[in-house]
């Protein structure tokens, strides 16, 4: 039995951060549960768990998220390679309380996430403030500090700046400039190029705005004008929509640090 199977982490959130975060407290041994909306907004949707909401199940890097219908059944889903995907808005009472709860929407504010709500609280970038809000934030912001568990004051503030990504920032965001509904006429992995129409919105063309890799693609549906809705890396490796990103893996490996010093010492 795993040294950490009696503490189970919910994590609130199963886009490209929040499935970084569940996928390695699983690998270690934690028990986890993922939280999402009926209607995810991931964008990296081949890598992230929150896509289970809406298909099912998915697979990402040998771990396996499955939709849950209910707490009971989320509890029952855990499994050594299985992480349950529970549809809801807020942390349901569970037959087990939860040990930690990992808020992971990075909603860039403080929604309804409590300091009381666990034992531990865990919340990934700008909006929180370690000692107020949760007990440990960890910075989301790239550079230097990305993955740092801060244990007093913010993460860095919200920029509204995308991180560099092979040179580009802004660019290779895609946001919807319209209300309406949106349909791809490109998949993941595709290579496209600067101007390229790629899906559209109610009838008005979606368009890159760099040429790369599509790394992602919100669900098609209704959407609203300044919802990011894709993803191109200028890198242009296609593996770069299969395989969890750089930035989760360390964003992750902050969120486990924090656990682990909290296990380790209480007092925190």
């Known amino acids: 039995m795993s040294l950490f199977a009696d503490h189970l982490v919910v994590v609130r959130g199963g886009g490209d951060l929040g499935t970084g975060v569940a996928w390695k407290l699983r690998r270690v041994g934690f028990p986890v549960i993922v939280l999402e909306l009926a209607r995810p907004l991931a964008v990296r949707r081949t890598v992230a768990f929150a896509t289970a909401a809406s298909t099912g199940s998915i697979v990402v890097d040998g771990v396996e998220a499955v939709r849950a219908d209910d707490p009971i ?23 087990v309380d939860p040990s930690v709860v990992v808020d ?9 996430t409590r300091i009381d709500q666990a034992p531990f609280v865990v919340a990934l970038g ?3 403030t ?7 934030v960890v910075e989301t912001m790239r550079g230097h500090r990305l993955g740092r568990v801060i ?5 860095a503030p919200n920029t509204g700046v995308p991180g560099h990504l ?14 309406g509904e949106l349909a791809w006429s490109v998949d993941f992995g595709d290579l496209v190029e600067s101007g390229q129409e790629i899906g559209s919105i109610a009838d008005s063309p979606v368009q890159a705005g760099i040429a790369g890799t ?31 990103s750089d930035k989760s893996r360390s964003v992750a ?10 296990l380790d010492d209480g007092s925190r």
Not at 73 to 95: K, M, W
Not at 151 to 155: I, K, L, M, S
């Open 130 to 136: 370690a000692g107020v809000d949760c007990h440990a």
């Open 126 to 128: 700008p909006g929180f």
């Open 166 to 179: 092979g040179g580009a920032t802004v660019d290779r965001v895609v946001r919807a400039h319209a209300a």
């Open 214 to 244: 599509v790394r992602g693609l919100i669900m098609p549906g209704p959407v609203e004008p300044g919802l990011k809705i894709g993803d191109i890396d200028p890198r242009g490796d296609p593996t770069a929509s299969t395989e969890i």
């Open 253 to 262: 490996g902050g969120v486990l640090e924090a656990i682990l010093v909290w």
């Open 104 to 112: 992971a929407r990075l909603a860039k504010q403080v929604l309804d």
């Open 73 to 95: 059944a989320a509890i029952q889903g855990i499994g050594e390679t299985r992480v349950p995907v529970l549809v809801s808005d807020v942390v349901p009472d569970f037959p």
């Open 151 to 155: 244990w007093e004051g913010p993460a």
